[in-house]
């Protein structure tokens, strides 16, 4: 029983489960193509300036500390051109870079500009231009303007059912369908952590419990290396990633499988020891490398033809804070892997990163509109119309244009 | 009249009210009731059918003994046939018929080995109808009550399964409100309790059974009838009590499953009854039969010692594990001035000062807690059965399989090593849920009992799923 009708508020993505539309576009068919597309949201704010280190900015060394990644020291950086290097927590994504399988989109963000993760994460799914009430994802509404050449597979049901919660990205008209990782993740270190801090404060009892499952002792825990029975260790989590990815890519790869599908990998709320080279930022960058990996494995031949986009709410500030993490900041990056793209570039209008440059003097400043990236890709993969993304796949975004030459085949 | 919060209205006393006395507040319960939370708990305890859990569907207890019984004799007879076609064709030579599956004469064509298995069917649908009423509940005081109970008079699956769930239906949920007496009379007669307590294998070393097969007393219901059921482990009764209200109690058993009309209900057998009066607690009980265990239950349930006992675990149960007193004297003192009514107890124990005084501080047992966090994210449509049964499990504490008759524990020290396990479960359940604004959720959750620091910590969480798991695992919900 629901206690009240569900808005927009309530919708909430399910880590881990894929949410599949069963259909084959039309018009791309008609081209001889047969695209695949699958989103992936992050949740919690993935801190962009760690994912991808701008080390060619002179500014780069004096923002970031000993926290920035460099392209020599104890970790160097993967260098992808002159100015950008990958976390070397990811070398599938490097290698798909280098054969042009990859682009990273920086200094992106949505529009929103305020810094509340709730709010932010209902504008990257819903596509609006700010907060605000809506029953519908813009990755449904691409959906539904485009024409259907048939269902793939009739007895898709077997493994794919309406989900128990439709997230908001995939909300609205077209019919989608959703598949879950047998496998629970538990709940995460960070979770944990924040529960530990919460009981110390407020109940000493259940602070000594957590803390002996924990095997833990205030002031010495390293987030990333700590274990308890049945949390999530790096390892799981790299477990759960792969598969929830990996399978969503088997789907999507065969011949009668689903062709467009979104998924949600959280956990990037790095709020402090955020171990960009060593630690936990690395270890879930690591995570999401393999499930890449993954991704590209299990689609096979259909990889050529495959683009994912990976989106968070917003980054993270551009400086440390006092804890050794980051805040809620603003501008991010985008990634976008798979065979279709023109890829081997960073694309960025670079806003620099001396005080003055930044947004309201903290975060990276957002120059690309991430609706840029994503109505590129829906026009140019799946043959999305550019009216209908202007007015209501990303409604009132008539003047963030398509970006152009995103997918090869374009 | 004053509270913790020196309130006896008002928000703080409604949420207080909920969660101590109910499964936690939904969407606006906490406002609905705020003007007069006492009013609304004891409105609960007045409501037509209270207690009662309609559904046509589900089976009566000797309807799913006896389709249990089918079902596992039709499963023998298809293994055997199968058994005996692949003796059968492996000496004729054909390998191939050999792995053909045979099917029973009139069987569907599905394979049965895929299928949900009957007795677990019934237990999942069982489990489902109670979960609902839990999800459902404006407050849950009726529903906490039946789940009490249903703990003071266990049963465990493990013994059977068919019958777990009519049990509570037929033998507690009918007498919640009623009279202790009509209660412990529907519990002890049930087959589900002659079973699990053994007594439908007991017989009078006299009975004409026992003389014919040479066999007697099994005194585990007996026993257990007057150290968990009544008068508690220090109640007073010796073992001779015990031997004699054993005797008394033979003869209680149930008719055999197969019997294609009233197989599975329960029954008096002469033949297995001992014979001659009988003493217990000082008293002569004269051999009528039935009759004569009717009449031990009776007394017990007016005992002195079973109105301490079980007002004990009432107060502790829902306001502390070292309950008050006084409070426990006011329910004892009920308990016997109105003769075991238990709703009258029930109203005293809502309206006791002590019982809203006492300091937030019982831990909410799995499955409990499990109830409230389901109603904090709204998600019960969106949560299968399955799942909380398996999350009742991973606590420790799975539905209808306690590890003895005792029940499971009723203190902090049995439960709070599961706290980190509680996580993860919080955390699948909010992954699953579709819900409001976390903080929404907080306020009609918690509401003033709400600290800052959770506040924030909610607050901050970095998505709307570890917003509700922090949430469900702050001590103030943890916590009654």
């Known amino acids: ?379 140019d993969h799946l043959r999305a119309d550019e009216k209908a993304l202007a007015l209501s796949v990303f409604p009132g975004s008539e003047a963030v244009k398509p970006m152009a030459g995103l997918v090869a085949s374009a | 009249m004053t509270t913790s919060g020196g309130l006896s209205s008002g928000k703080a006393a409604a949420a207080l009210g909920l969660h101590r006395f109910g499964f936690g507040p939904r969407a606006d319960t906490i406002e ?153 009379q529907a519990v002890e007669s049930h087959p589900e309790m002659l079973l699990y307590l053994d007594n439908v294998l007991s017989m009078g070393a006299d009975s004409v059974a026992g003389i014919n097969r040479d066999k007697g007393l099994n005194e585990n219901l007996a026993r257990e009838t007057l150290e968990l059921h009544t008068l508690g482990v220090r109640g007073g009764y010796s073992q001779a009590d015990v031997t004699n209200f054993a005797k008394v109690l033979t003869g209680w058993t149930w008719l055999q499953p197969g019997e294609p009309v009233h197989g599975g209900e329960f029954i008096f057998m002469k033949r297995l009854h001992e014979p001659g009066d009988q003493f217990v607690l000082g008293k002569s009980y004269a051999d009528s039969g039935v009759d004569q265990g009717r009449a031990v239950l009776r007394d017990l349930a007016r005992h002195p010692a079973t109105a301490q006992h079980i007002a004990e675990k009432l107060a502790r149960h829902f306001v502390a594990d070292e309950p008050p007193p006084a409070l426990v004297h006011k329910l004892a003192k009920v308990f016997l001035d109105s003769d075991g009514n238990l709703r009258q107890v029930a109203r005293t124990l809502v309206t006791a000062e002590e019982s809203w005084a006492a300091p937030r501080q019982k831990l909410k047992p799995p499955a409990e807690w499990i109830a409230g966090v389901i109603r904090l994210t709204g998600a019960q449509d969106e949560i299968p059965i399955g799942r909380i049964m398996n999350a009742q499990m991973a606590l420790g504490a799975p539905l209808w399989r306690p590890p003895a008759p005792n029940g499971y524990p009723d203190n902090e020290a049995a439960w709070i090593d599961g706290i980190a396990r509680r996580i993860d479960i919080a955390a699948e359940f909010a992954g699953r849920a579709a819900r409001a604004d976390p903080l929404e959720s907080l306020e009609n959750g918690l509401g003033p009992l709400a600290s800052a620091q959770t506040r924030e910590t909610v607050a901050r969480a970095e998505s709307r799923g570890q917003a509700l798991t922090l949430l469900a695992m702050a001590p103030e919900f943890l916590r009654r």
């Open chain 1, 1 to 379: 029983m629901r206690l009240h009708a569900p808005s927009r508020r309530e919708l909430l993505l399910g880590s881990g489960t894929l949410f599949a539309w069963m259909h084959i576009p039309k018009l791309a068919r008609a081209e001889g193509r047969d695209p695949r597309f699958l989103t992936i949201i992050l949740r919690g704010a993935l801190d962009g300036l760690a994912t991808v280190a701008p080390v060619g900015d002179p500014d780069w060394l004096t923002l970031r500390g000993e926290n920035a990644l460099t392209l020599d020291g104890k970790t160097p950086a993967s260098k992808l051109d002159d100015f950008f290097a990958l976390n070397p927590a990811m070398p599938n994504l490097h290698a798909m870079f280098a054969a042009k399988e990859a682009i990273v989109v920086h200094a992106s963000a949505t529009p929103y500009r305020d810094r509340s993760h709730f709010d932010g994460q209902d504008l990257l799914e819903s596509g609006l231009p700010q907060p605000g009430v809506s029953e519908s994802g813009w990755l449904n509404r691409a959906l539904a303007g485009l024409t259907p050449a048939g269902r793939v597979d009739p007895r898709g049901s077997r493994v794919f059912a309406v989900g128990p919660v439709t997230p908001l990205v995939v909300r609205g008209p077209a019919p989608v369908l959703s598949w879950s990782p047998q496998r629970v993740m538990p709940a995460s270190e960070d979770t944990v952590q924040r529960l530990l801090a919460l009981y110390r404060d407020r109940d000493a009892k259940l602070a000594s419990v957590l803390e002996d499952n924990s095997k833990l002792a205030p002031g010495t825990v390293q987030p990333g290396t700590m274990q308890r029975p049945g949390a999530a260790g790096p390892g799981q989590v790299r477990a759960y990633f792969s598969e929830a990815a990996g399978t969503a890519a088997k789907f999507l790869a065969q011949p009668d499988g689903p062709r467009v599908g979104a998924l949600a990998l959280d956990g990037w709320d790095t709020h402090f020891n955020e171990g960009i080279a060593q630690g936990r930022l690395s270890q879930l960058l690591g995570a999401l490398d393999e499930a890449l990996s993954a991704i590209k494995t299990n689609m096979g031949p259909a990889w050529r033809e495959t683009v994912v986009a990976l989106a968070t709410e917003f980054g993270r500030t551009a400086r440390i804070n006092g804890t050794d993490g980051t805040d809620h900041g603003t501008a991010t990056v985008a990634l976008l892997v798979g065979g279709a793209l023109k890829g081997g570039r960073v694309i960025a209008d670079w806003p620099g990163l001396k005080p003055a440059a930044l947004y309201q003097d903290r975060d990276l400043k957002p120059t690309t509109d991430l609706r840029a990236v994503l109505k590129g890709v829906l026009r």
């Open chain 2, 32 to 184: 609905t009731i705020a003007a007069d939370p006492r009013g609304a708990l004891l409105a609960d305890l007045e409501r037509p059918n209270a207690g009662q859990l309609q559904a046509p569907n589900l089976m009566s207890s000797a309807e799913a003994a006896r389709e249990v019984f089918e079902f596992r004799a039709e499963r023998r007879a298809e293994q055997k046939l199968a058994t005996r076609q692949q003796k059968q064709a492996a000496m004729s030579g054909e390998a191939e018929a050999a792995s053909q599956m045979t099917k029973l004469p009139g069987a569907d064509g599905g394979a049965p080995a895929q299928k949900v298995p009957l007795p677990q069917q019934i237990i999942l649908s069982e489990a489902k109808a109670r979960f609902d009423l839990a999800g459902s509940a404006e407050i849950g005081l009726v529903e906490r009550l039946v789940w009490f109970w249903s703990n003071h008079f266990c049963i465990s699956a493990d013994k059977d399964a068919a019958m777990v769930g009519a049990y509570e239906r037929e033998a507690i949920r009918p007498h919640v409100l009623g009279r202790f007496a009509d209660l412990l």
